[in-house]
């Protein structure tokens, strides 16, 4: 099984991109515009809250939330259908002071082969993320 560990510095309260980030169908105007360009919330028939998300690439995915931890800030996924056979995400932010935090995003999967792309992937997300959580309000 493949696993993804990249982290990121923000230049922004930990409190401000929690706030941003703990919304599950706000993705794509809140926390990652640039890198998710539409996110919608559904359900299923167990009553599991999921998203469905476009990315800017141009690929879809569905998503069942599996937690949202506001003590640890930490927000916790599963990709579920397409090429993975088994997916599951979380990142999490830490509070560096008033005006900065880290934020650390984890990733296993399989088949190990898709590593490199959902690699590349994450990076970019943590990329747009940054960039807009630093352009300033609004989050």
């Known amino acids: ?11 922004v309260p930990a409190a401000t991109l929690w706030d941003a980030m703990r919304d599950p169908g706000a993705l794509h105007t809140h926390l990652v515009p640039a890198f998710v360009i539409e996110c919608r919330l ?6 599991e809250q999921a998203r469905e998300l476009r990315f800017t690439n141009g690929m879809t995915v569905r998503e069942l939330i599996i937690d949202i931890d506001d003590d640890r800030r930490r927000i916790a996924w599963s990709a579920v259908g397409g090429r993975l056979t088994h997916h599951n995400a979380s ?3 830490f509070d560096l002071g008033d005006t900065r935090c880290r934020v650390v995003w984890i990733a296993d999967l399989l088949p190990h082969a898709l590593a490199p792309a959902i690699a590349t992937m994450i990076e970019a997300g943590l990329q747009a993320m940054k960039a807009h959580a630093e352009k300033g309000p609004p989050l």
């Open 42 to 47: 559904d359900g299923n028939t167990s009553g």
């Open 91 to 93: 990142t999490q932010i």
């Open 1 to 11: 099984m493949a696993s993804i560990h990249r982290e990121i510095l923000v230049d």
